[in-house]
């Protein structure tokens, strides 16, 4: 399967799992919000271009935002992590390895520490992002480091569980693809 | 010249990134003052249609809550039924008409719409319901919106066969509310942390307001009809520094199972908004 085609059906997966089931779950908590959905932008190739992964981003989120009533909620932290992932990366992996055999971040592909701080780190500045925004028009500190933190540690979670059940191929990249 | 290109060349990541961000804030902040600048009508009618699709698949699942539901208000509506009721006398004769003005000269003011619930949030700080009965079906904006057990909210938006309602558990929505033992006048407002609970602010320190009173709509709403259930207090709390008391509300509605609502159609709702907006000359 061609590395658009697979983007393209992970784009609509992971939209519809953040619609359908996790915006559907009752809360547990009033911090906790279970967030999956922005694995997709974790996930995309390694070579992408810094600009359309922007694009990518602001399409991702808004299209999230049309299903939730609230345009441009979800887009900005989703642009601010498709911003801050290329230098992460380039932080955290050696560059001659792993950038130019494999496709794309994977725990296998980058090693279970680089891969937990990349997603761990990323998923961190979505809530900020995310709950500062909701957060400017009412609103106490205490909430909002605590709806952060639980929200950011449910989405830990739920992101090493996606990755121990779908155990996704650590593809190295050929000159054909 | 020259240079503005080079610079733009240089940046324009960090550029389009921040072009994104600020874009991505203005439509938030359009949407929360007046809940229509991007959303167009088109793609209101798509995520309707797809949501329409799920929650006929999902309904299966509620349908013994909402029977249950549905069979107490009918049970309760049966019970103020004219026919119910003995004239006192035999001159003068009761009749309830649908028609506008019936026969005792009054005249009609709120009529019922019922609407499936086709979509609801409840777990972000901005919750909206989606209705499939749309501007085709007689639904306009402003319109008031309450379920079998108590108010839903107020509709902000519609397309031909959709409309869009914004949930009581909404950060902008406020609903003029008053006690039902006093009829002391506060308004209803959602803190976004907990969506069981609604914030009553702004009732008077004379209203003598216990734990486990009834809050029904007010009087001077202009879309809601007075006395309909918002919910019962469930903690009171009073700040030296004012007069009021502010109230932690139990909502009567469940908003994580709710199926099936009324929209409710103020006759003179154009009527009393623009008489009430209207400033006063000369004074």
Redesign the interface.
């Known amino acids: 399967m061609s590395s658009l085609l697979k983007n393209i059906i992970r784009f609509i997966f992971f939209i519809l799992v953040q619609v359908l089931i996790l915006d559907e779950v009752p809360p547990l908590h009033q911090f906790i919000v279970p967030y999956l959905y922005f694995l997709f932008l974790l996930w995309l190739p390694f070579s992408i271009n810094r600009f359309f992964l922007l694009i990518i981003a602001f399409m991702f989120g808004l299209s999230l935002d049309f299903f939730t009533g609230t345009p441009g909620l979800h887009a900005a932290p989703c642009v601010l992590i498709a911003y801050i992932r290329p230098f992460l990366l380039n932080l955290l992996i050696p560059q001659e390895t792993t950038e130019q055999s494999y496709l794309e971040p994977s725990p296998k592909n980058m090693g279970w520490a680089p891969y937990g701080l990349y997603v761990g780190i990323l998923s961190f500045l979505h809530h900020s992002l995310l709950v500062l925004i909701e957060w400017l028009q009412f609103g106490n500190f205490m909430f909002f480091i605590g709806k952060v933190l639980g929200t950011t540690a449910i989405s830990l979670l739920l992101i090493f569980l996606t990755e121990l059940l779908l155990s996704r191929k650590g593809r190295h990249r050929t000159n054909a693809a | 010249m020259k240079n503005i290109f080079l610079f733009i060349r240089r940046y324009?990541?960090?550029l389009?990134?921040l072009l994104?961000?600020v874009?991505?804030?203005?439509?938030?902040s359009?949407?929360?003052k007046s809940h229509e600048?991007?959303?167009s009508s088109a793609?209101n009618e798509?995520?309707g249609h797809f949501?329409g699709w799920?929650s006929g698949f999902r309904g299966y699942f509620g349908l013994k809550e909402a029977n249950r539901q549905l069979s107490e208000e009918n049970a309760r509506l049966r019970n103020m039924m004219a026919s119910n009721f003995q004239a006192p006398d035999t001159t003068r004769k009761l009749v309830t008409d649908t028609l506008v003005r019936d026969t005792m000269g009054r005249v009609r003011k709120f009529t019922y719409l019922p609407a499936r619930v086709i979509?609801n949030?409840?777990?972000?700080?901005?919750n909206?319901l989606t209705l499939e009965r749309g501007s085709a079906q007689g639904v306009r904006k402003q319109m008031a919106v309450t379920g079998p057990e108590g108010i839903v909210g107020v509709v902000v938006e519609t397309s031909a066969n959709v409309s869009?309602v914004m949930s009581l558990l909404h950060?902008n929505s406020r609903v003029s509310a008053m006690l039902k033992k006093d009829n002391s006048a506060g308004s209803i407002e959602w803190?976004?942390?907990?969506?069981s609970f609604l914030t009553m602010r702004n009732v008077t320190k004379g209203a003598k307001v216990a734990v486990g009173d009834t809050v029904v709509t007010s009087y001077y709403s202009a879309n809601f009809p007075a006395r309909l259930m918002i919910g019962k207090v469930a903690s009171i709390s009073s700040d030296q520094a004012s007069n009021f008391y502010t109230l932690k509300v139990k909502t009567a509605t469940n908003f994580?199972n709710i199926q099936y609502v009324y929209l409710i159609e103020n006759a003179r709702y154009g009527e009393q908004v623009q008489i009430e907006s209207n400033t006063p000359k000369n004074q």
């Open positions: 324009f990541t960090l389009s990134f994104l961000e874009l991505a804030i203005v439509l938030l359009n949407a929360s600048a991007f959303f793609v798509l995520t949501n799920y979509g949030t409840y777990t972000l700080q901005a909206f869009k950060r803190d976004g942390s907990n969506p994580f």
